[in-house]
């Protein structure tokens, strides 16, 4: 039997996802390059419900509550309900700082004796969790890469850099060229502000989303040239 919070969760979610038919209601369908279907998010209301291929197959999805900047991890076949938000992520990075804190401080002396590569290795490996300043943590800047259409639908590309170096494409259409409503639009923004505050909350130094990023992506990239389309 279901759990009650899981039940009660649901519920809750469905009975925002399902507005009276005069209410705003978007429905994006992202495709890879050999044509699978690998993401699609469904906005009405104050509800985003984003689902993956990978956590499709699984039963998976994600609920975004924009009322309350919240991320609600579902997973049916376990019958289980994660909510997570940027204050959520910022304690759970501290308490994992505070327990690999005195592993860390012995590792930081080992790593004085090593040749220059093997610290670098090490370095890279452990990520921010090697880092002591802000000084220390990865740059993140955009660079605008042109107008260009995709599907007939005129866009911005724009580039997503660490520290000088491109991670992720993105060619970005207005609200109006993209036909999208006002209220549909303002909702995907609230959840574009949380996911960064979020993956920023992480790792002290993540911008997967740009801040500039106002509008909707029709063509996103990674930085081995994989492409998501929007197909509808």
Known sequence: MASLDYRMTILAALALLVPAAASADTKAVYQSTNGDDTLIFSIKGPMVRWEASDFRKDGRYVLYDSTRKTMILVDDK???????????MRQQRAAMQARMAPMLEQLKKRMQNMPPEQRQMIQQRMGN???DSPAAKATFTTKALGSARVHGIPCERMSVLRNGKAMHEFCVASRSDAGMPRADYNTMLKMFDTMRNMAT??????MVIPENLKGLPIEMKDGSGKAQTLKS
Do not use: G, K, N
């Open 78 to 88: 376990q019958q289980r309900v994660t909510e997570m938000d940027p204050e959520t």
């Open 129 to 131: 969790l090697m880092q």
């Open 201 to 206: 909350a992480a790792t002290s130094s993540s």
